[in-house]
């Protein structure tokens, strides 16, 4: 089993920045594919970024540019730096990882993702 530990989110202001970290914890490897994911109010959850095994990544078109995700293997921690963010980045945020290896070409769906966290709200205000 995995267990996966989001922190880092909170309020800012429009334009500030925000740096999301993602623990694992359990049988993890660093190769597993590992993506973020975030859901506001009232919509599903999207997915916004993901580092495949490989080490490539891919990012939705509406944080390109703005959010960047990497990760430490040696501490099994993965992040998302938030610059530039603007209200509508207001979500709660999920990491999720899954052993299947995987590029990070492109975008995973919700099912192709074996671990969830708890999630981590991140709120701007304008």
């Known amino acids: 089993q995995v267990q996966l530990v989001e922190s880092g989110g909170g309020s800012v202001q429009a334009g500030g920045s925000l740096r999301l970290s993602c623990a694992a914890f359990g049988l993890f490897d660093s190769s597993y594919c590992m993506g973020w994911f975030r859901q506001a109010p009232g919509k599903s959850r999207e997915g916004i970024a993901i580092?495949?095994?490989?080490?490539?990544?891919t990012y939705a078109d509406s944080v390109k540019g703005r959010f960047t995700i990497s990760k430490d293997n040696a501490k099994n921690t993965l992040f998302l730096q938030m610059n530039s963010l603007k209200p509508e980045d207001t979500a709660m945020y999920y990491c999720a990882a899954d052993p299947r290896y995987c590029t990070g070409r492109y975008l995973r769906a919700r099912y192709e993702y074996n671990y969830w966290g708890q999630g981590t709200q991140v709120t701007v205000s304008s």
């Open positions: 580092i495949g095994s490989d080490g490539s990544t």
